[in-house]
Each structure stands twice: as structure tokens, then as C-alpha cells.
């Protein structure tokens, strides 16, 4: 709850003590309407016809300063949840990708959709705590004035009904805290389901087991403790409205039956119990959501995402960006990374790594599954940050800003590929419409894409397809670097030998340094030269090694994996 009232301070202070203000009004007006009928329409009225319109507007008023009040406090809700979203996608944008890829998509995602909705509920029913709070306090004070030994009564009566109330709210708390740790898990067996329904299509033993031991334990365990959950909070809910039903009944029993008041100030006391049930009990059930706000910022927290910054490229990145355009040598220098370690051992680990691109060569990287290859991609583009050695152009390290400035020199189609619809020119501009347009011709897209200015609207495309699109949009972006990550492998036979003998040749015209991973060793004569992964090393194939990888490479891969197993 700290952390919802920080934003509130440092982002919405204004406003927000704009609402706090309306709803200040809203309660004194409902204790002065509580005051009118005790003093004007207790008594016998001498001109009834007096007393009513004042009554009638006091009420009006009362009615127009709530209405305000919570419309006030709904636009400011949704300009919340408004930023609060931005700024958490903003903070993921920012994050580091192996950062991103060790937290998961399901994970991610719960938070975007479960621990905003949290957040922002709390905030809306933030104020309805402080209203019931203001109103209490106001309404004890004008009971004091009418009878102190009454009040005493109350506030004990209160008080004990408070503190059982809060036992209930603390089980709403840790069943809460349980509930969204579950969440997290349906999420993975929801994604299951989306991204594999055509594998789950197939093998119905597949989907039955993901259905009955994945995701129904976890659902039954969302049931349990979400009841549980409703359960203390709805009995938290009546347990006060009860007691102060029950209050109103000691409150005339003092009166009539031990002599402590007259029949009119009980009166009125119970009118103002009564006033008062409806917010303390709308501040109970303000209680649960501000629990839920404290896990959701629990959770985010958790995340460990990157601070929030509301500009995408720093002033000083654009100015390296321009420093870096006419660089000629691009170099892995003793580069060692190192993933996180795993429940199974220590994580998977390449490197020293040392190597120097030239610019405008086309580069091929082989190796075994498993070989490092995709990891090597994500150094080379700077995705990934060496955990030892360093990243040159022209033989200077990349530093502080340099990271961002290089990856704008940097396209990629990766295996794991998103396609995006929209075309990008560079830095973010209209894209080069004649370059576009020869690309689609040599791509074979040219009737399979349908555009609405330099959106793409075709949808229905074959993953080959899909591919080729990929590669349009990164033609487009016109930057120095090109990775393509096994691009070929969903391609026919056909356009594979128009890739290898007449796209890659184009793109090293265009003064591209193109590095391809491949598995296609009867064009591993396009390459100007070969590397190969093999264990996390990486090894430059020359003469008669690079010979035999391109007649053979299944065979070479054979042989290597022999040695590993005889040393």
C-alpha cells in the first residue's frame, strides 16, 4: 500500500486531494442533513412548509457534491490506469531480453492483465476508506455533543467490531497472496493451449494430460482459495453490518431501559448509525482491494523490470548513432556469456569468443543443435550483454549509451521471429516505397500482400511466407547489420536457391553485413566466410575444413560429436 500512495503523491497529488476534497464535502454534508433532522424535523414543525424546501435542497446538494465526488474520482481512475499501464510497458521495453526470457510470457502477461486491474481497483476504492474514515470521525464528534456516555459505548462496541473485522481481512490477505500465485501458473497452461492447439489437436492423450494434470489442479487450487478468499471477506462484510444493526439496538436499550439519553438523541444516534453503516461497510470492502494492490505491487516488484524512463531513444544514444554509421569492423573480443543456473546445474555457457566482421560480408554460422548459435546471434546484435570480454566497432568497445546507438544498426529475423504489419523506413520514418516495392517482386510477395498505406493486412500466409515478410520489413528498416537466424529452412527448394544465390549477393551490394545461421550445406559456397559453433567455441572454417563442412555437414557434425564423447 505504500507503493499506491507514493504514485498517488508524486503523480496525482493534485487531483487526487481534489477528489479527497469532494468526498470531505460529501460527508459533511451528510452529517449536516443527519444535524437538520435532528434539530428541525425531530420536533413538532410550527410551518412544515418552511422547513421543506431547505430540506429538500440540502439534500439536492448533498446529491450533486457525491455525484462530483465520484465522477471526479472515476476520470482520475481511468487516467491511472491509463499511465499505469504505460509506464509498465514502457518498463518492459526497457528490460533486458535474457532478463524478459528468464521471467516468461505467462508471467509477464499476469501482470499486464491481473496485478493493473488490482492496482487500479485500489486506487478507485481508495477514497471510499477515507470517506468512511472522515465520516466516522465527524458524525463521533457530533455525538459527543448530544451524549458522551453513549458515544463511550459505541466506541467500544466499534472497536471490538473492528478488530474482529480485521482478523477476517488479514485470511482475505493470505488467501489473495495464494490465489495470484496461481495465476501465474494458469496463465502457462492458457498459453499452452493457445500456442498449442494444433499439436493438441493431434494428440488428444497430449491435450487430456495437459488438461487434467496441468491445468485442472492448479484451477481447483484457484477455486479453493478464491472462495476462501470471498468467504472471510463476506463475512468481514456482514459481520459489520450486523454489529451495527446491533448497535442501534444497545443504543435504545441504554436509552429507554438504563435512563442514559432521551428518546430523541437515541433517535438521532441511530439515524447516524445507520447514516454510517453503508460507508464503514463500503471502507471494509475498500480493505480487500487495497490487500490486492499490495501483492499486485508485490509481484512487480518481483519482476525486477527496468526503472521507468519516458523517452525511447536518450539524446546521447542518436549522437553515438551517427558517430558509429560509417564503421568497418565489427568484433567479438574474448566474449564469455553465461546463463542463469537452472534446478538441473549451472546454466549453459559460450566463449571466449573472438571474431572480426568485416563490413559488408556475408557470413555464415553453422553448428549441432544446442552448439550456441542462437546465443551467438543475440551477442552479435547486442541483445544480450557478454558477462566477460567486449563488443568493438572499429576496435572501440561499446559502453553506457553505445548499446543503444549499435542495435539501431542492427536488423535480425530470428528463429523465434514476431511479425509485425507495419513497414518502417529508417528511424522510424516512411519506409523507401521503390526499395519496397522491389524487394516484394524479388521476394515473390508481390501478390500475396495486400497494404493499407505501409500496413500489411494480408494475414492467411504459410510460414515460408511469413518468413519472407519478416525479411521485407527488415530490408525496409535499411540498417547496416542483417542477422537471419535458419531463415531458409521454411523455404522450397526453389526460393531457397534464389536466397543463397541472388538475395544474399543483393544484400551484400547494399554494403549489409550479413550474418546467416544455416544448416544448408550445399550453399555454404555463398558464404564469404564459415563459422561453426561447436560446444560454445567458435571455430573459422578455411581450406579443406571448410571444404568438408560443405560437402557434408551432417557428416562433419557426426564426427565432432564423436570426439566429444571419446575425450
Known amino acids: 500500500m505504500k507503493e499506491l500512495?507514493?504514485?498517488?503523491?508524486?503523480?496525482?497529488r493534485a487531483a487526487f486531494i481534489g477528489v479527497?476534497?469532494?468526498s470531505l464535502a460529501s460527508a459533511a454534508l451528510g452529517i449536516g442533513v443527519i444535524a437538520f433532522i435532528n434539530q428541525r424535523l425531530l420536533t413538532p414543525l410550527a410551518d412544515p412548509w418552511q422547513v421543506l424546501p431547505k430540506f429538500l435542497a440540502l439534500i439536492a446538494l448533498l446529491l450533486g457534491i457525491t455525484l462530483a465526488s465520484q465522477l471526479a474520482l472515476t476520470t482520475l481512475g481511468h487516467r491511472f490506469v491509463y499511465q499505469l499501464r504505460g509506464r509498465l510497458i514502457k518498463r518492459i521495453l526497457d528490460t533486458d531480453i535474457d532478463h524478459l526470457e528468464q521471467l516468461g510470457g505467462p508471467r509477464l502477461l499476469a501482470s499486464l492483465a491481473t496485478d493493473v486491474r488490482y492496482i487500479t481497483v485500489a486506487f478507485v476504492r481508495l477514497p471510499e476508506l477515507v470517506q468512511g474514515g472522515v465520516l466516522t470521525v465527524g458524525a463521533s464528534a457530533y455525538l459527543a455533543w448530544l451524549s458522551p456516555p453513549l458515544l463511550g459505548v459505541m466506541v467500544l462496541w466499534v472497536a471490538f467490531t473492528i478488530a474482529v473485522g480485521l482478523r477476517l481481512v488479514a485470511q482475505v490477505y493470505h488467501q489473495i497472496s495464494r490465489v495470484r500465485d496461481i495465476e501465474d501458473r494458469l496463465y502457462e497452461s492458457y498459453q499452452a493451449v493457445i500456442d498449442g492447439s494444433k499439436e493438441l489437436a493431434l494428440n488428444r492423450d497430449r491435450a487430456e494430460w495437459l488438461y487434467r494434470e496441468q491445468y485442472s489442479p492448479n484451477a481447483k487450487a484457484y477455486r479453493h482459495h478464491i472462495t476462501l478468499s470471498d468467504t472471510f471477506h463476506l463475512s468481514a462484510i456482514n459481520w459489520f453490518n450486523i454489529m451495527m444493526l446491533g448497535a442501534i439496538g444497545v443504543v435504545f436499550f441504554l436509552a429507554n431501559g438504563m435512563g442514559w439519553a432521551s428518546i430523541q438523541v437515541?433517535?438521532?444516534?441511530?439515524?447516524t448509525l445507520l447514516f454510517l453503516r453503508a460507508p464503514l461497510i463500503q471502507a471494509v470492502g475498500a480493505f480487500p482491494t487495497l490487500l490486492n494492490a499490495r501483492v499486485a505491487f508485490e509481484k512487480l516488484e518481483a519482476l525486477a523490470l527496468a526503472d521507468h524512463t519516458p523517452k525511447f531513444s536518450p539524446v546521447q544514444a542518436a549522437d553515438r548513432r551517427e558517430a558509429m554509421a560509417g564503421w568497418q569492423t565489427l568484433a567479438l573480443q574474448a566474449v564469455s556469456y553465461r546463463y542463469p543456473a537452472q534446478e538441473s546445474g549451472a546454466g549453459f555457457a559460450i566463449g571466449p569468443l573472438n571474431v572480426t566482421l568485416e563490413r559488408g560480408e556475408v557470413v555464415f554460422v553453422i553448428g549441432g543443435n544446442g552448439?550456441?548459435?542462437?546465443t551467438l546471434a543475440r551477442l552479435l546484435t547486442g541483445l544480450y550483454y557478454p558477462d566477460a570480454g567486449v563488443l568493438a566497432l572499429d576496435g572501440k568497445?561499446?559502453?553506457g549509451d553505445d548499446w543503444a546507438a549499435y542495435r539501431r544498426q542492427v536488423s535480425a529475423v530470428y528463429t523465434d521471429f514476431y511479425l509485425f504489419d507495419q513497414l518502417m523506413g529508417p528511424q522510424g520514418e516512411a519506409p523507401d516505397t521503390p526499395l519496397v516495392r522491389e524487394w516484394l517482386c524479388s521476394l515473390g510477395m508481390e501478390e500475396k500482400l495486400a497494404f493499407d498505406g505501409d500496413r500489411v493486412t494480408s494475414v492467411r500466409l504459410s510460414q515460408g511466407q511469413r518468413k519472407r515478410l519478416a525479411l521485407l520489413l527488415a530490408v525496409a528498416e535499411q540498417r547496416d547489420v542483417l542477422l537471419l537466424?535458419?531463415?531458409a529452412a521454411d523455404q522450397d527448394p526453389l526460393f531457397r536457391r534464389v536466397f543463397y544465390h541472388e538475395l544474399l549477393p543483393r544484400l551484400r551490394a547494399l554494403g549489409k553485413t550479413v550474418v546467416v545461421i544455416s544448416h544448408d550445406d550445399h550453399y555454404f559456397g555463398a558464404a564469404d566466410r564459415l563459422l561453426e559453433m561447436r560446444h560454445g567455441k567458435l571455430y573459422e572454417l578455411e581450406g579443406q575444413a571448410r571444404e568438408a563442412a560443405s560437402r557434408d555437414a551432417v557428416a562433419r557434425l557426426d564426427a565432432a560429436a564423436r570426439e566429444t564423447d571419446n575425450a
Open 5 to 12: 500512495f507514493r504514485i498517488i503523491w508524486r503523480d496525482y
Open 20 to 22: 479527497i476534497a469532494l
Open 266 to 271: 437515541a433517535t438521532t444516534f441511530s439515524l
Open 371 to 374: 552448439s550456441g548459435k542462437s
Open 397 to 399: 568497445p561499446l559502453t
Open 485 to 487: 537466424d535458419e531463415w
